[in-house]
């Protein structure tokens, strides 16, 4: 299948439409998704912190979109245990240009994976030649706008905490489990703010 790439910051206009939305019911909760009439530009679980945080108060609920339709087959796949690659879907996530770069890092990260934010960090500073901090990746990280999709559950503290998912810790294991993640170096911190 080609490959599709992050379009960073376009308009709905230029991808062809208005922002719409739909829900799936996952094994996780109840998923809302959101287009732009080509891309998908939201996956938020419900009741996650920045629900439905780029998608605009006109956006319209409309089932059965293409778009829409791609992206439910793929998670039907991914809880079902399959290992779908995310560049099987057009993706549009809203951010600037540090954000998306660290949303192409989070995409590199293997099925049943994970990697450190301050992993995440050197990588980009290595890219860019600018020196970057765990704490900006961890900020991009939380900003995600396409849960599970684009694997933000895979970051993990550099202890191997399960800090930092806007779904809760708890839907950030039960991912990580489903995906087959060594879970033996991994465990929930019992003190922070990242809770």
Known sequence: MQRKTIIPDQTPAACGGAYSFTAYQSP????????DGRSLVGLWIEGQKYYRGTLPESAAE??????????????????AGEKPDASELPLNPAGGAFRQR???????IPYGGVITYGRIA????????????????GGAVGH???????????????DGSLTGYAGGIAVKAKLLELEGADM????????????
């Open 28 to 35: 996780i909760g109840k998923l809302t998704l959101a287009g």
């Open 62 to 79: 409309r089932d059965g979109l293409p778009v829409f339709d791609a992206a439910k087959d793929w998670l039907n796949r991914y809880f």
């Open 102 to 108: 660290v949303w192409r890092v989070l995409l590199s």
């Open 122 to 137: 050197e990588r980009i500073a290595a890219e860019s030649g600018q020196g970057m901090s765990a704490q900006a990746v």
């Open 144 to 158: 995600n706008p396409i849960s599970v999709i684009i694997p933000c559950h895979r970051v993990v503290g550099s």
């Open 184 to 195: 033996g170096a991994l465990f929930v911190p019992q003190k922070g703010t990242a809770l």
